[in-house]
């Protein structure tokens, strides 16, 4: 049975099914993204004074990444247009570079961004010892500032064994630049370009610890909507590509060959979702690198 | 709406994202004093106004090819 209206209109909407199909599906995206935005938000506002982290995302990979993401919506209407004019070998390469886009982001995102988190420790210290740890805190100072204070101590985890062992008494951390000179006034705004731990290492006891995790979903509401919201719309971009890679492949030149203005419109409908994916990032990067 | 259409509307989000992210730099350049966000705002500057003039062209092109009626 052929399926009608994929290439021509319906009388009575005006249009190619596909095309509606796609919008109402948009519709629901933007009920499911709109409500984790929303979610964001709320947990944002409601956010005790400095348990909201911030600058703690990589902004020059996260500009690269949608520099990246922008390109492939520009290559994506290319190839689009090339098939409306029946150039199919032009439509090949642009869909390619596509493609590549959409693996470069989740690329970057897999194996540079998430990963660095995985390894990054914050440990929270219980307020009756915060005066112990002063020296990484930098409280008083921020207090006399009126700063919000300093709950959590952050780097990198020496001594991993400590995280299973009940018999290593403490933590050893390689102190971020903001713990190993906490007094230092450039300390108190955020970097949004990362620096690297440093070779001070702080120790921690248990004892005094309130709870200590890596910067994973687990470690705050911040890192819980940035992994929800992130991984969801990187899902959203590996279905694009997997979509773009049919079309690419040689068995969508046959429905070109058959007939173009189909593969037209199928890639226009693909075009569609990847533009509203690409459109999501647009709010997810100043929401979660900038601001 | 069409691919062509919403192209346009995503030139104009990108172009404004450019623009808020140039601003952004000018912010951090301001309160830090850090020369490498000077050259961020220059940057972004830059790409809002490639994205401008990209998106001129694609109009005009769509529309010359009558793909944009």
């Known amino acids: 049975m052929e399926i009608p209206y994929t290439i021509s209109t319906r009388p009575d909407t005006g249009l190619w099914n596909a095309k509606i199909g796609i919008w109402l599906f948009l519709a629901s995206e933007v009920m499911l993204f709109g409500g984790l935005f929303s979610a964001y938000v709320f947990l944002r506002l409601d956010a005790q004074p400095g348990e909201w982290p911030h600058g703690l995302l990589n902004v020059p990979i996260g500009t690269m990444n949608t520099a990246v993401l922008i390109l492939s919506s520009v290559t994506v209407v290319l190839a689009w247009a090339a098939l409306k004019m029946r150039r199919y070998n032009a439509y090949w390469w642009y869909m390619l570079a596509t493609i590549s886009c959409g693996i470069i982001f989740l690329f970057v995102k897999l194996y540079f961004e998430w990963p660095q988190k995985f390894s990054h420790y914050g440990v929270f210290i219980k307020p009756a010892a915060r005066e112990k740890y002063e020296q990484y805190l930098g409280n008083h100072r921020r207090d006399e500032k009126g700063l919000e204070p300093r709950i959590e101590i952050t780097g990198h985890l020496e001594n991993h064994e400590a995280l299973t062992d009940p018999n290593v008494k403490e933590y050893e951390i390689a102190l971020d630049p903001v713990n190993a000179d906490p007094d230092n006034p450039s300390n108190d705004r955020p970097h949004f370009i990362p620096l690297p731990a440093t070779d001070k290492v702080a120790k921690i006891e248990k004892a005094d610890v309130e709870r200590m995790d890596s910067f994973g979903p687990w470690h705050s509401a911040y890192f819980a909507s940035y992994f929800t919201i992130t991984g969801l719309h990187g899902a959203h971009v590996l279905g694009g590509v997997l979509v773009f890679l049919y079309m690419w492949l040689p068995v969508s030149k046959k429905v070109y060959q058959r007939n173009p203005e189909h593969l037209a419109n199928r890639v226009e409908v693909a075009g569609l979702f990847w533009h509203f994916v690409d459109l999501i990032w647009i709010f997810v990067f100043p929401l979660f690198y900038l601001l | ?69």
């Open chain 2, 1 to 69: 709406m069409s691919l062509k259409a919403f192209h346009i509307v995503f030139v104009i989000f990108s172009t404004l994202l450019a623009l808020g992210v140039g601003g952004w730099c000018v912010w951090v350049n301001l309160v830090e004093g850090a020369p490498v966000y000077l050259a961020g705002a220059i940057a972004s500057f830059a790409c809002a106004l490639a994205l401008v003039i990209y998106g001129v062209w694609f109009y005009r092109k769509m529309k010359r090819l009558r793909i944009i009626t």
